[in-house]
């Protein structure tokens, strides 16, 4: 059974940090490329950052670049996003997904919402 459970989401003032964890079962892990996405009310959902299966190669967002690093640990199945500086425009459901050719899976979401 495939299973991605993100973690590590709440409330945080502006200016502040988070990671997210997202961890994975009942695949491949290593044989995955991974990303994180995001979706606020009323917004289409967006890419926030990605890598590849071994972690070399790193894409974002325009909107997150030198504020979030997406990382992962494959012996531990697990995908990291570091957010620094968060903005109260952060605030949002935040997904990760696994994709390896035309396989994607989703997990159910951790909510971050930045706020004074």
């Known amino acids: 059974q495939v299973q991605l459970v993100e973690s590590g989401g709440g409330l945080v003032q502006p200016g502040g940090s988070l990671t997210l964890s997202c961890a994975a079962s009942g695949f491949t892990f290593s044989s995955y490329g991974m990303s994180w996405y995001r979706q606020a009310p009323g917004k289409e959902r967006e890419l926030v950052a990605a890598?590849?299966?071994?972690?070399?190669?790193?894409n974002y967002g325009d909107s997150v670049k030198g504020r979030f690093t997406i990382s992962r640990d494959n012996s531990k199945n697990t995908v990291y996003l570091q957010m620094n500086s968060l903005k109260p425009e952060d605030t949002a459901v935040y997904y990760c997904?696994?994709?390896?050719?035309?396989?994607?899976?989703w997990g159910q979401g951790t909510q971050v919402t930045v706020s004074s």
């Open positions: 997904k696994a994709v390896r050719n035309f396989v994607n899976y």
């Open positions: 890598c590849t299966s071994g972690g070399r190669w790193t």
